[in-house]
């Protein structure tokens, strides 16, 4: 199922407000000194290299994925939503056209939050990078695991492997929990821990009920100006986590994703070697790449984009 809406957005020029951000996939714009306005635009990173292709409804489809969670999820940690219309922020029909409506809005207005420096990605089942460190060491980010582990397993309970934040154009690279507290300090650094394992079970149990196997996500966290955790950014989308439908979930095979798995899958048959600039993407694989998005969103949070 494809949606005819538009040509991708692959850059937002809001006129309205200062951008003051531009990450791998959103443009953030100031709004005042507590709040900011984040457009979600077609943009696809793979590898950490954004390409020049865009994925139809991707930033849309984020959006509505990443609002659904963050109020299912909202009773373990704040979030960075602030339930500001995005529109009312933006003053002309060009920058409100940018924005979407509806199920197709890919902004929200979020709140200003001091990002803590790392990715907090949550493993539960061995595969990608953590699969090739176990075949040759046993472990996953240095954590120790049993022997005899296929590809592709579930692991015996969800791992916290945290990473550094790259700047655009950069590679994260996995880092020890010691660094992570060198970084935030050890109480905060327990405190991202347990939230981040709390929300990807209470989450991975939820998308099982949907045929939605959650392998692995990342979240991002910022605090407050009183020093309270919240979730930011994006969670749980196709572009922070790895999809495997739970039909044809089978032990010791990679299995097929709903996520951009499907993009770096083709990038690797063409031997790219993962440095700037990206090949742009055939016009199937885009499409093909905006149809896994749809239906992970549609099963997981049970609605349509475009009724």
Not at 115 to 138: D, F, H, M, N, T
Not at 271 to 283: T, V
């Amino acid at each position: 199922m494809t949606i005819q809406n538009n040509q991708p957005l692959l850059q937002a020029s809001i006129t309205s407000l200062k951008r003051i951000h531009q990450g791998k996939v959103r443009d953030i714009y100031a709004i005042n000194d507590a709040t900011m306005l984040l457009v979600s635009t077609d943009r696809l990173s793979a590898f950490d290299v954004i390409l020049p292709t865009g994925i139809a409804n991707k930033g849309a489809m984020l959006t509505q994925m990443a609002n659904f969670w963050f109020d299912k999820l909202a009773h373990i940690v704040p979030n960075h939503l602030t339930g500001i219309a995005p529109e009312s922020v933006v003053n002309n029909d060009a920058d409100k056209a940018q924005l979407g409506d509806g199920k197709l809005s890919r902004a929200v207005v979020v709140k200003k939050l001091k990002a803590l420096p790392i990715e907090a990605i949550v493993r539960g089942y061995l595969v990608g990078s953590g699969w090739k460190e176990y075949q040759q060491k046993g472990t996953v980010c240095d954590i120790q695991l049993p022997a005899g582990l296929q590809l592709a397993q579930k692991l015996p309970q969800p791992l916290f492997t945290p990473s550094s934040k790259a700047a655009v154009g950069e590679h994260d690279e996995n880092i020890s929990i010691a660094q992570v507290e060198a970084l935030i300090g050890k109480d905060m650094a327990a405190q991202v821990a347990i939230v981040a394992i709390q929300l990807y079970t209470e989450a991975a149990e939820y998308a099982l009920t949907k045929g939605i196997i959650i392998a692995d996500t990342k979240f991002e966290f910022g605090l407050d100006n009183n020093g309270v955790l919240h979730v930011m950014d994006e969670v749980l989308t196709p572009d922070s986590s790895r999809f495997w439908p739970s039909d044809t979930y089978q032990v010791g095979r990679n299995p097929p994703s709903f996520d951009k798995q499907y993009v770096r899958d083709w990038l690797e048959s063409i031997h790219w070697n993962k440095a700037p600039p990206a090949p742009a993407l055939p016009g199937e694989v885009a499409v093909k790449t905006s149809a896994k998005y749809l239906e992970a969103f549609e099963k997981l949070t049970g609605q349509k984009l475009v009724e």
